[in-house]
């Protein structure tokens, strides 16, 4: 949903209070008294942020908040310190934390993330980990519209214990090369929707962990990057699982993964469950369809270990185009909890201009329509 501003609203404009369009001045201070003002105003208030470039340090939009309908409107671009050492030893680059009624139009955000990513892709040492550009932490009713997100130097978008969040016509680009710059990143959450978005980056284009319930996405054009994924889940043995997701109308250009489900093979009572991946469009996935339930990147703590994850009730349909690699369709489950409930329906996937593969283990389903490559199920 989102939010009209009433009559009664306040408007607080942050070159008024201070901040300065040339990119360089730290802006940081303007753009905290004008969220303290909004945030105490007993009438729906707007921030603005006139075109320019601003450039801002790690800050916080906290809550509680006297209302709860604060629109920040911006027109000019967000930018991060060109030093990623500034704002990469923090988790967040911007984040809102326990507000309620929130919502964001328009505007960049320049995470300016190439250093840090050199960095990480050369020798490693001393890099810090990396900021997410934009974090969304225990809060609810939150829209964000027509913002874009570039060179984000870790996640692009975090929404993690909200309710009731709606994202709508963003744009994401990082290098396809980058490490860990997934697009948007779900964990926690519930009554996500996630529509018209175009994600262009070096990880998941989308990623959704543990503990999130209905979640809608739908119109995403994905490439490059690692596709829609579930998971990695199982990283712990308690942790929550993931159930009632919609993915349909996405389009993946080659990307190294299409809809995918990940888990580690490692003792754990998650689960993933009520899964629906509709109208797909595959432009030379690597991977199209993949259920990966031994996910062990660096065999840390997981050999000769399975997973304890349990993956039901999943639905491919309308899924078409083309595989980069043989094997299009690929359940890889685990033998201690083999995938149940899984369906193909009107699936056609080719390989080089030829029929592709599928692969079963452990795991079981049915087959509807013209399913190719034949289901293995």
Known sequence: MFFSISRASVEYNVVQLGAKSDGKTDCTKSFQQA????????????????SGRYLLKNIVFAGECKNTEITIRIEGTLVAPSDYNVIGESEDWIKFEDVNGVSI??????????GLWACKSGSGKNCPNGATSLKFGNSKNIAVQGLSSINSQKFHIHISDCENVKVQGV???????????????VASSTAVTIMKANIKTGDDCISI????????????????GHGISIGSLGQELNEQGVQNVTVKTVSFTGTENG????????????FVKNILFQDGTMNNAE??????????????????????????????????????????????????????GIILEEVDLTYQNKAAQSSCTSADGSAYGVVQPSSCL
């Open 287 to 340: 991977n199209p369809i993949i259920i990966n339930q031994n996910y062990c990147p660096g065999d840390e703590n997981c050999s000769n270990q399975v997973s304890g994850v349990a993956i039901s009730q999943v639905t491919y349909k309308g899924i078409h185009g083309t595989s980069s690699t043989q094997v299009a369709v690929n359940f890889d489950c685990s033998t201690k909890k083999p995938c149940s």
């Open 105 to 114: 139009y328009g505007g960049t955000l320049d995470g300016q993330g190439t």
């Open 171 to 185: 744009t994401i680009t990082a290098s396809g090369n980058s490490p860990n710059t997934d697009g948007i990143h």
């Open 209 to 224: 962990g543990p503990g999130t319930t209905n979640l809608w996405i739908e119109n995403i054009a994905c490439g490059p």
């Open 259 to 270: 809809f995918r489900i990940k888990t580690w093979p490692r003792p754990s009572n998650g």
């Open 35 to 50: 969220w303290t003002l909004a945030c105490n105003s007993v009438s729906s208030a707007t921030i603005t942020v006139p």
